[in-house]
C-alpha cells in the first residue's frame, strides 16, 4: 500500500506482461576519483554510450533522477507471481480461489477481477500523485526509489494502479505484481517483491441494505476530520467500512493460516492517505504484517470519477506470507533455479500442505568494508544497491556494524559487513575477494568515499 514501508463483476482479467526486451545503454556513472583502480569486467555495471533505456518495447531518456541498474532490469518480466507452481504464484491463486468462491456478484459471477499482467513501468503520476502524496514526502526519494528518469519509474506499490482501474469503472478488484524499491540487505529483503493489492468500493445501497432501518442513513455529510473519520464520511459509513474490510482479511488469512490466529489492529487512523489501519497478525509465533489497509481517501476515489461511493483499499505482500506459510528462510530463494527447490512447489492442487525443505546449507564467507564519507549528501542504500549491483545474489545480508565521528576532522567514516552465501553451492575465498575489491573500488569512483582497506 502507498506511503508504508514495512482483491468485480467479471471472472477474470488477466494480461500477460510483454517478453523483457532489456537494454541499457548509458547508465550514468558519476567519477570523482578518476584515481582510482578499475573494477574487474566481470563484476562492473555495464555503461555503454548512449542515453536511453529499452524496456518492455519502449525506449525511456535518462536523465538527473536515472537510477535503476542493469541487476534491477533483468528481474524486470520475470513475473514470478505468474509463474505456475511458483511459490509466489500458489499463494496468488490461494486468494483468487478464496475471493472468487467467498464474493459472488448478482449474476453468479466472481465480484472481484484479477489483474496480474500490467506493467512495472508507472509514471510518477500513477505512483505518488494519484495516491495524493505530497511533492516532500519522504517515500518519492531517489534513495529509496528506481527512477527511469524524472518522469517514469518501476512501481514501489501496487497501489501504482489504484487509480486507473478505479477509473475505468471497476469497484471491487486485486491487483498483483513486482514492486521495486530500494533497501538494506538481509533475508527478508530484497528490491523485487510482489504486492497484491485489494480494492473494493461500496454505494450507498450496497453498504446500508443489510442493516435495521438503513434507508435513511448517508455516506457522505459536511464534518471535520477526526482521528477516527474524513471531513465528508458519516461515522455510519466508516464503521461499516472498517468492520466489512477486517472481516474479509481475517477470512483471507484463516482460510491460508487455518484457524489459532492473532489478529490486531493498530494504528487506529492514518489521516495522510487511504490506510486507516494497519492488521498484524501473529502466526506461530510471528507477525505477519499486512502492508497497509483501510478506508480510503475519499479525494482519491472522487477524482478517479467514483464521487458516490466510499471504500476501502489493502496490500499484501506476497514474499512474507509464502515465507511463513511455505518456512522458506531466505528471500532470495524466491528468484532460485535450483530444482531442489523449484520441485517442493509441483503439487496437484493450490491448498496442498507444503514444507519446505532446506538445500545444503552452505558455509558463509564474511568480509568488512572500512570507508570515510563524502561530503556531500551520502545514503546507505546507494551503497546497498551498489554491492547488489556487484555482488547480487552471493550477497546474503549488509550491516553497518560501526559508525565513527573523527574529533578534529568531523569527519564520519563507516563499516560495513557483508556476510557472502551462494544458496546453492560452496563460495571460494577467491571469488569473495574479487567481488568485495570490486564493491571496494566501485564504492571509492561512483560514491565518492576514501577508503579505509
Known amino acids: ?153 518501476l512501481r514501489a506499490h501496487t497501489s501504482a494502479h489504484q487509480w486507473d482501474l478505479i477509473h475505468s469503472g471497476l469497484d471491487a478488484f486485486l491487483a498483483v505484481g513486482d514492486v521495486y524499491r530500494r533497501d538494506t540487505i538481509d533475508n527478508t529483503h530484497y528490491p523485487v517483491f510482489h504486492q497484491m493489492e ?13 442493516i435495521k432501518d438503513g434507508e435513511g442513513l448517508q455516506l457522505f455529510e459536511q464534518g471535520h476530520r477526526t482521528a477516527h473519520k474524513q471531513e465528508c464520511h458519516t461515522m455510519e459509513a466508516v464503521r461499516l467500512v472498517e468492520f466489512n474490510l477486517k472481516q474479509v482479511l481475517t477470512k483471507l488469512m484463516t482460510h491460508i493460516f487455518g484457524d489459532g490466529l492473532q489478529v490486531r489492529w493498530v494504528n487506529c487512523y492514518f489521516p495522510f492517505t487511504h490506510p486507516s489501519f494497519e492488521m498484524e497478525i501473529n502466526f506461530q509465533g510471528e507477525w505477519l504484517e ?60 493450490i491448498w496442498q500442505k507444503i514444507k519446505f525443505q532446506p538445500l545444503s546449507r552452505y558455509p558463509p564467507l564474511i568480509n568488512d568494508i572500512s570507508f570515510w564519507l563524502p561530503s556531500e549528501t551520502y545514503s546507505k542504500n546507494d551503497f546497498y544497491d551498489l554491492a547488489r549491483t556487484i555482488g547480487g545474489d552471493l550477497i546474503e545480508k549488509v550491516v553497518l556494524v560501526d559508525e565513527f565521528t573523527h574529533p578534529k576532522t568531523k569527519k564520519v567514516s563507516h563499516c560495513y559487513r557483508i556476510i557472502y552465501r551462494h544458496p546453492e553451492r560452496t563460495l571460494t575465498q577467491d571469488e569473495v575477494h574479487r567481488i568485495h575489491q570490486a564493491i571496494e573500488e566501485s564504492a571509492v569512483r561512483e560514491l565518492g568515499v576514501e577508503g579505509r582497506f
Open 1 to 153: 500500500m502507498a506511503v508504508l514501508w514495512k482483491f468485480m463483476r467479471v471472472a477474470k482479467y488477466s494480461k500477460t506482461a510483454l517478453a523483457p526486451k532489456v537494454k541499457v545503454r548509458g547508465i550514468p556513472t558519476h567519477s570523482r576519483h578518476s584515481s582510482s583502480k578499475s573494477v574487474p569486467s566481470d563484476f562492473a555495471a555495464n555503461t555503454p554510450c548512449s542515453n536511453t533505456v529499452e524496456l518492455l518495447g519502449k525506449a525511456y531518456p535518462q536523465d538527473d533522477y536515472s537510477n535503476v541498474t542493469e541487476k534491477i532490469l533483468s528481474k524486470v518480466g520475470k513475473n514470478l507471481h505468474n509463474k505456475k507452481h511458483h511459490p509466489l504464484w500458489l499463494i496468488k491463486e490461494q486468494v483468487k480461489d478464496h475471493f472468487y468462491k467467498q464474493y459472488i456478484g448478482r449474476r453468479g459471477t466472481p465480484l472481484f477481477s484479477v489483474y496480474d499482467g500490467l506493467s512495472p513501468v508507472v509514471t510518477i503520476q500513477q505512483n505518488f500523485d494519484s495516491l495524493l502524496i505530497p511533492q516532500n514526502h519522504a517515500s518519492r526519494r531517489k534513495e529509496d526509489n528506481y527512477y527511469l528518469n524524472r518522469d517514469h519509474m
Open 290 to 349: 499486512v502492508l497497509g489497509c483501510g478506508v480510503m481517501e475519499q479525494q482519491l476515489v472522487n477524482s478517479a470519477g467514483a464521487q458516490d461511493k466510499i471504500g476501502w483499499a489493502f496490500g499484501l505482500g506476497l514474499e512474507r506470507l509464502a515465507m511463513i506459510l511455505y518456512d522458506i528462510p531466505d528471500i532470495r530463494l524466491f528468484w532460485s533455479e535450483d530444482e531442489r527447490f523449484l520441485k517442493q512447489f509441483i503439487v496437484p492442487h
Open 198 to 210: 485489494g480494492v473494493r468500493l461500496f454505494s450507498c445501497h450496497e453498504l446500508f441494505s443489510n
